[in-house]
């Protein structure tokens, strides 16, 4: 009762004293030295010499060639960088750190990890900065693989006396054995005042490592504290696992990103599903706290509130990406707010001090599991406002051309037969029910899909007016659960090893997805010994999967190679954790291609979060072969963020056609593209140097079956 009415306290005198309501006169708001640009993650910048009058005269100021790509392998860039002075930070394809003059694009130095030649680092979506106010020099924390390095901002060379010369495992301190875990950090964490707290990435199948919330010590990088993610006894959550989960099951980590309350020392960290994320027979209960937003006190790591938007996730609804932090105007008073945006294309939003829903939620009913084992959770939460940003339920009117042949991931594009089903005949064969209808073998359509609604990109936030800019992909997908293991399967140790571990990513069959190589002929392309170690290391994106053990991993291996004998019996040596894996992971096109919902396929969406009402909704990006009179503009999917801006602009790239835009914030009115070398999957930065306001993407490509690039391109005014 005493901690309620201190709560009720510090959010009174929050809301009296409105502590943010100078807040886009804030000083960090005019440079970009933050991820983002600034703790609450708001991507906004306080500049105005490029406006709506004069963005469309826009020319290219400098590029950068960051180097990085690897001939024959698709490689990507999604880092959004910093700017530190006249110095730009940023990370290259072979995830190495570098800086450039941010006026010309001229190298000053780079810095290539020792892990630079191992495989499975991961990806890099940005940086951290921490200025020293004293002798330490001060630093940018870079991650590659599992290693979190502490770089001198001036020299580029690691800073020894952070960790072991320089860096620190983030396989440490999970409380499981560092060598078989595979931890990276594809995001960057936050930093307040001298600590660092940072999330990590994690693998999604069974046996994966604990996704725990640390903080560090910005100057040893000795841990200062732990918050479990997966409850061990006597803590908060605990019982809403079985009572061994702390001890083996893994997953619910902080992969996207944190937002910062300065002044309150709060730190707002979102979580994604527990591991295996589409089976959860091992771990009957609500799972607390994968799924959830977490306001943990900054020194200390201590819960203040949570509230967890997915109980018991089987979906894959990971929360994608950083929360905005904002005031809302209620009844003439100031609210202190975080809002956080969903996969399933939702808007949650809550007093940031109390945790307070400050728009209906409601608990609803969804049906039962059938897989063996399962017990979906009964209800599930969603916001009665804002409405979601993106359609919840496939239905037969929103087919685009259902009598054309279907071409899902798992079927063979350009192998169409009679036999091959329509569109229209593949949905009637499997369920599309709109959220939360749980996974079976028969086929489920999960929309919006697997990548959103909203991903890593995130939403942007104008502080000045509380109004939300966010883009939304508009994908069907198809996924599909197969018995396996037992008598019920039939297949072998090697092959349900395969179908549990390398199926989420590399399709059902093995057979590729989306510039993932496929395995069905690996055998062809690498020799055993080569994928034994990809397997165990990773390569590239990909994390390995040091927790397998050689048994279970010779056994892939021979599967692979067309080695095993059908009936090698080693499940005694073997652990088949689950009873169900992926046989169908994959977007819901036609023969052509194209996505079988009906344009957009992609959007931008401005929402103002005072009243929950929607101002705009356009579709961001054209498929320019799609030759439809009745589809002007078709929408893309998109990956990556928007930055908004004093004069009125917002930018913003991540769409399949390698553009980025500017587009007018009131109206949604597109005013200016260029066509980039590759795509810019990564959120832009703008940013000042001499009174000269500039626009920096990273241009790595490498998704949607785009090409790879390396380059970085800086736009500014002639």
Same mark, same amino acid.
């Given at each position: 009762?005493?901690?309620?009415?201190?709560?009720?306290?510090?959010?009174?005198?929050?809301?009296?004293?409105?502590?943010?309501?100078?807040?886009?006169?804030?000083p960090?708001?005019?440079?970009?030295?933050h991820?983002?640009?600034?703790p609450?993650?708001?991507?906004?910048?306080?500049?105005?010499?490029?406006? $709506?009058?004069?963005?469309?005269?826009?020319?290219?100021?400098?590029?950068?060639?960051?180097?990085g790509?690897?001939?024959?392998?698709? !490689?990507?860039?999604?880092?959004?960088?910093?700017?530190?002075?006249?110095?730009?930070?940023?990370?290259? /394809?072979?995830?190495?750190?570098?800086?450039v003059?941010?006026k010309?694009?001229?190298?000053?130095?780079?810095?290539?990890?020792?892990?630079?030649?191992?495989?499975?680092?991961g990806?890099?979506?940005?940086?951290?900065?921490?200025?020293?106010?004293?002798e330490? =020099?001060?630093?940018?924390f870079?991650?590659?693989?599992?290693?979190?390095?502490?770089?001198?901002?001036?020299?580029?060379?690691?800073?020894?006396?952070?960790?072991?010369?320089?860096?620190?495992?983030?396989?440490?301190?999970?409380?499981?054995?560092?060598?078989?875990l595979?931890?990276?950090s594809?995001?960057?964490?936050?930093?307040?005042?001298?600590?660092l707290?940072?999330?990590?990435r994690?693998?999604?199948?069974?046996?994966?490592s604990?996704?725990?919330?640390?903080?560090?010590?910005?100057?040893?990088?000795?841990?200062?504290?732990?918050?479990?993610?997966?409850?061990?006894?006597?803590?908060?959550?605990?019982? !809403?696992? =079985?009572?061994?989960?702390?001890?083996?099951?893994?997953?619910a980590?902080?992969?996207?990103?944190?937002?910062l309350?300065?002044q309150?020392?709060?730190?707002y960290? =979102?979580?994604?599903?527990?591991?295996?994320?589409?089976?959860?027979?091992?771990?009957?209960?609500?799972?607390?706290f994968?799924?959830?937003?977490?306001?943990?006190?900054?020194?200390?790591?201590?819960?203040?509130?949570?509230f967890?938007?997915?109980?018991?996730?089987?979906?894959?609804?990971?929360?994608?990406?950083?929360?905005?932090?904002?005031?809302?105007?209620?009844?003439?008073? !100031?609210?202190?707010?975080?809002?956080?945006?969903?996969?399933?294309?939702?808007?949650?939003?809550?007093?940031?001090?109390?945790?307070?829903?400050?728009?209906?939620?409601?608990?609803? $009913?969804?049906?039962?599991?059938?897989?063996?084992?399962?017990?979906?959770?009964?209800?599930?939460?969603?916001?009665?406002?804002?409405?979601?940003f /993106?359609?919840?339920?496939?239905?037969?009117?929103?087919?685009y051309?259902?009598?054309?042949?279907?071409?899902?991931?798992?079927?063979?594009?350009?192998?169409?037969?009679?036999?091959?089903?329509?569109?229209?005949?593949?949905?009637?064969?499997?369920?599309?029910?709109? @959220?939360?209808?749980?996974?079976?073998?028969?086929?489920?359509?999960?929309?919006?899909?697997?990548?959103?609604?909203?991903?890593?990109?995130?939403?942007?936030l104008?502080?000045?007016?509380?109004?939300?800019?966010?883009?939304?992909n508009?994908?069907?997908?198809?996924?599909?659960?197969?018995?396996?293991?037992?008598?019920?399967?039939?297949?072998?140790?090697? @092959?349900?090893?395969?179908?549990?571990?390398?199926?989420?990513?590399?399709?059902g069959?093995?057979?590729?997805?989306?510039?993932?190589?496929?395995?069905?002929?690996?055998?062809?392309?690498?020799?055993?010994?080569?994928?034994?170690?990809?397997?165990?290391?990773?390569r590239?994106a990909?994390?390995?999967?040091?927790?397998?053990?050689?048994?279970?991993?010779?056994?892939?291996?021979?599967?692979?190679?067309?080695?095993?004998?059908?009936?090698?019996?080693?499940?005694?040596?073997?652990?088949?954790?689950? =009873?169900?894996?992926?046989?169908?992971?994959?977007?819901?096109?036609?023969?052509?291609?194209y996505?079988?919902?009906?344009?957009?396929w992609?959007?931008?969406?401005?929402?103002d979060?005072?009243?929950?009402?929607?101002?705009?909704?356009?579709?961001?990006?054209?498929?320019?072969?799609?030759?439809?009179?009745?589809?002007?503009?078709?929408?893309?999917?998109n990956y990556?963020?928007?930055?908004?801006?004093?004069?009125?602009?917002?930018?913003?790239?991540? !769409?399949?056609?390698?553009?980025?835009?500017?587009?007018?914030?009131?109206?949604?009115?597109?005013?200016?593209?260029?066509?980039?070398p590759?795509?810019?999957?990564?959120?832009?930065?703008?940013? @000042?140097?001499?009174?000269?306001?500039?626009?920096?993407?990273?241009?790595?490509?490498?998704?949607?079956?785009?090409?790879?690039?390396?380059e970085?391109?800086?736009?500014?005014?002639?």
């Open positions: 009762m005493l901690r309620f009415s201190i709560l009720l306290l510090l959010a009174f005198l929050a809301s009296c004293s409105n502590p943010n309501s100078n807040k886009a006169n804030k960090y708001f005019n440079t970009w030295e991820y983002l640009g600034d609450e993650r708001t991507h906004f910048s306080n500049l105005d010499e490029i406006d $709506t009058s004069n963005v469309s005269q826009l020319k290219l100021a400098w590029s950068y060639e960051s180097g790509l690897q001939e024959g392998r698709t !490689t990507q860039i999604q880092t959004s960088p910093l700017v530190v002075g006249n110095v730009l930070y940023g990370v290259n /394809a072979a995830i190495e750190l570098f800086a003059d941010a010309t694009g001229e190298k000053l130095w780079k810095f290539s990890p020792k892990t630079k030649d191992e495989s499975g680092l990806l890099n979506r940005g940086l951290n900065y921490w200025k020293s106010d004293g330490a =020099p001060s630093r940018i870079f991650s590659s693989g599992p290693k979190l390095y502490a770089i001198n901002i001036e020299t580029g060379e690691p800073i020894t006396s952070f960790g072991d010369n320089g860096s620190i495992d983030l396989r440490d301190g999970l409380g499981r054995n560092p060598s078989k595979s931890v990276v594809n995001t960057p964490g936050a930093v307040f005042k001298n600590i707290i940072q999330g990590t994690v693998g999604e199948g069974p046996g994966s604990p996704g725990h919330v640390r903080a560090y010590d910005v100057l040893t990088g000795e841990i200062i504290w732990t918050f479990h993610t997966i409850p061990q006894p006597e803590e908060f959550g605990y019982d !809403t696992w =079985p009572a061994e989960a702390y001890k083996n099951v893994g997953g980590n902080s992969w996207p990103g944190m937002a309350d300065t309150q020392g709060i730190v960290v =979102p979580t994604g599903s527990a591991a295996f994320d589409w089976y959860g027979g091992d771990r009957e209960g609500s799972n607390l994968a799924n959830s937003l977490l306001a943990l006190n900054a020194t200390t790591g201590e819960r203040i509130w949570h967890q938007m997915v109980h018991h996730d089987i979906w894959d609804r990971d929360l994608p990406a950083p929360p905005n932090l904002l005031d809302i105007e209620r009844n003439g008073e !100031t609210i202190p707010a975080v809002a956080q945006v969903t996969k399933s294309g939702h808007v949650f939003v809550f007093n940031r001090i109390t945790g307070e829903p400050l728009f209906p939620i409601e608990e609803k $009913t969804y049906p039962t599991s059938t897989l063996l084992g399962e017990k979906a959770f009964e209800t599930q939460p969603l916001p009665l406002k804002p409405a979601p /993106a359609r919840q339920i496939l239905t037969e009117a929103d087919l051309a259902p009598n054309r042949k279907a071409f899902v991931d798992d079927l063979v594009s350009g192998n169409e037969t009679d036999a091959t089903p329509t569109v229209m005949e593949k949905f009637n064969s499997i369920t599309s029910k709109g @959220q939360f209808i749980p996974m079976d073998t028969t086929g489920v359509i999960l929309f919006p899909g697997a990548d959103g609604g909203a991903e890593w990109g995130g939403a942007a104008d502080p000045r007016n509380g109004v939300m800019y966010v883009n939304a508009e994908m069907a997908w198809i996924i599909k659960m197969k018995a396996i293991g037992g008598e019920a399967e039939g297949s072998s140790v090697g @092959q349900s090893l395969a179908q549990i571990h390398c199926a989420r990513c590399h399709g069959e093995l057979q590729g997805l989306n510039g993932i190589p496929e395995l069905q002929n690996v055998k062809l392309r690498l020799e055993s010994d080569s994928i034994q170690t990809i397997i165990q290391k990773g590239g990909m994390p390995g999967m040091p927790n397998l053990s050689e048994e279970e991993s010779d056994a892939i291996v021979e599967f692979l190679m067309g080695m095993e004998k059908p009936k090698d019996h080693r499940v005694e040596k073997t652990k088949i954790d689950v =009873p169900y894996s992926i046989s169908s992971f994959a977007r819901f096109k036609d023969d052509r291609g996505p079988v919902v009906k344009p957009p992609g959007t931008l969406n401005a929402i979060l005072n009243s929950g009402e929607f101002l705009w909704t356009v579709p961001l990006g054209h498929e320019e072969s799609l030759n439809d009179p009745n589809v002007p503009v078709s929408g893309l999917e990556g963020g928007p930055v908004v801006t004093k004069g009125g602009v917002l930018f913003i790239a991540a !769409t399949k056609d390698e553009k980025i835009r500017a587009f007018n914030m009131k109206t949604g009115k597109q005013l200016w593209e260029d066509q980039l590759a795509g810019g999957y990564a959120t832009p930065i703008t940013y @000042q140097v001499d009174g000269k306001q500039y626009l920096v993407i990273s241009c790595g490509g490498g998704k949607m079956g785009t090409a790879s690039g390396d970085y391109r800086a736009y500014t005014l002639e």
